[in-house]
């Protein structure tokens, strides 16, 4: 075969496997957004986002690994199951950040199930170890993400925020730990799930008096 000839096959199987590649499942194909909340970031986006105030019911464990997300899932599931809240998306995952540069460490996690409106059920402890809780409006440097969210990954697109906080830290800086967002269940193909990876952050420049 020759190099030309070659290369042109080569160019071929490139596109069809581009024009195979597998759409994204709707943000909201699983599940309704909170009210009010922004679309998912695109796959490979990075942007700023506001969010509205909001309320949820947050699951906690300390000394933990990040292969226990499934016991705070459980938790969580038996307390909107008993107080007859609809499930919404996205499920929002915060890690300590030494978790999240080494896997193998142990640290506080927490996992939250969304509210559809922030009046929405009763503030203070649910079912077992679950408490309700409100959060502020907050904005957040966002990237999007498809596919599998390995340890690798989820530090690797932390760092593509971090590297774009230092490159605009005259206009934001950061203001609290970065979270996990999914958006789909176990029911939706791996290549199609949505994922984003945030940092709350604020501006950096000084206002006048």
């Not at 496997?17 to 970031?41: H, I, N, R, V």
Request: net charge neutral.
């Amino acid at each position: 075969m020759k190099f030309g000839q070659r290369i042109s096959l080569l160019l071929f199987f490139s596109l069809l496997g581009l024009a195979q590649a597998e759409e994204p499942k709707a943000a909201d194909g699983d599940a309704p957004l909170p009210e009010g909340w922004p679309a998912a970031t695109k796959p490979g986006v990075t942007e700023i986002k506001n969010y509205p105030p909001y309320r949820s019911a947050v699951a906690r464990a300390k000394g933990a690994a990040m292969g226990t997300d499934n016991v705070l899932f459980f938790s969580l599931f038996r307390h909107i199951s008993k107080k007859e809240i609809a499930m919404t998306a996205p499920v929002v995952n915060t890690y300590d950040p030494g978790m999240i540069d080494n896997p193998k460490q142990t640290g506080e996690i927490s996992m939250e199930f969304l509210y559809r409106t922030p009046t929405q059920g009763e503030l203070g402890p649910g079912v077992g170890a679950v408490n309700v809780e409100d959060h502020p409006a907050a904005t957040y440097i966002c990237r999007g993400v498809q596919g599998e969210m390995s340890p690798d990954r989820l530090r690797s697109e932390l760092a593509t925020l971090k590297t774009w906080l230092a490159a605009h830290r005259q206009e934001w800086q950061e203001a609290g730990e970065p979270r996990r967002l999914g958006y789909h269940g176990p029911m939706t193909p791996m290549t199609r799930r949505l994922w984003e990876l945030q940092i709350p952050i604020k501006s950096a420049i000084k206002r006048p008096d």
